[in-house]
């Protein structure tokens, strides 16, 4: 089955930085690959996704790339805000009824 | 985006007794749901696969007998935490996908506290 390796697992960066959390998968038939926002006791946020048709995709200050070859793709997010700070999963899914497999996640925190 | 709901938000019960969450599609048809249970401070782990009119499919590890799951309905989807124990205790949450594309929409969840 489809594994989901997520780094890193903690991630301090000042205000107005760049993050960058990376995910690597091995099934090559996944083709779909979401990231999530979780805040404390809530339900996981879609926050941008990406199709395996796709390489790259924008929105405001999220970015998502992905390298089909090595297998892995990346969530990149610009300009910092405190109220980033969270919990971000990525994710793996092939066609069809198939569920969703998590990376363990990252908190990521912004400090002001 | 479609709307899934969850209930109840959550529960504490005594050791021994059953719960029942349900899992709702409220916008769209369902013929198949996830469940995901989450320890505090770790990833969302599957837990089973819900067939609509048929046997639900678990994962390694998870006890079908403990883990009932009943998908009786294309917009509902039960779970049941049977002989509920302390180590039970976690975040229950479910999932469907928008059958018009590859997105999972998730409930709000449920946080069960077993005594």
């Known amino acids: 089955g489809e594994n989901v390796e997520q780094h890193p697992s903690t991630l301090s960066v000042q205000e107005g930085d760049s993050a960058v959390i990376k995910c690597t998968y091995s099934?090559?038939?996944?083709?779909?690959f979401p990231w999530y926002k979780q805040e404390l006791g809530k339900r996981p946020q879609l926050i941008i996704d990406?199709?395996?048709?796709?390489g790259e995709k924008k929105d405001q200050r999220i970015a998502v790339t992905l390298n089909k070859t090595a297998k892995h793709f990346s969530l990149h997010i610009t300009e910092t805000q405190p109220e980033d700070s969270a919990v971000y999963f990525c994710?793996?899914?092939?066609?069809?009824?198939?569920?969703?497999?998590f990376g363990k996640g990252t908190r990521l925190s912004v400090i002001a | 985006g479609a709307v899934v709901s969850q209930h109840p938000s959550w529960v504490i019960c005594k050791s021994g007794t059953s719960v029942k969450i349900e899992c709702r599609s409220l916008?769209?048809?369902?013929?198949?749901m996830f469940w995901y249970r989450q320890f505090p401070k770790q990833s969302l782990m599957l837990m089973a696969t819900?067939?609509?009119?048929?046997?639900?499919?678990?994962e390694q590890g998870v006890e079908k007998d403990k883990f009932l799951i009943n998908h009786a309905s294309l917009t509902l989807s039960t779970l049941t935490v049977t002989s509920a124990h302390p180590e039970d205790s976690s975040f229950y949450i479910c999932?469907?996908?928008?059958?018009?594309?590859?997105?999972?929409?998730f409930g709000p969840g449920t946080r069960l506290t077993v005594l």
């Open positions: 099934d090559s038939a996944s083709n779909y």
């Open positions: 819900s067939n609509e009119g048929s046997k639900a499919t678990y």
């Open positions: 990406i199709r395996s048709n796709v």
């Open positions: 916008d769209f048809q369902a013929t198949t």
């Open positions: 994710a793996a899914s092939g066609s069809g009824n198939t569920p969703l497999v």
């Open positions: 999932s469907a996908r928008d059958p018009r594309g590859l997105r999972q929409f």
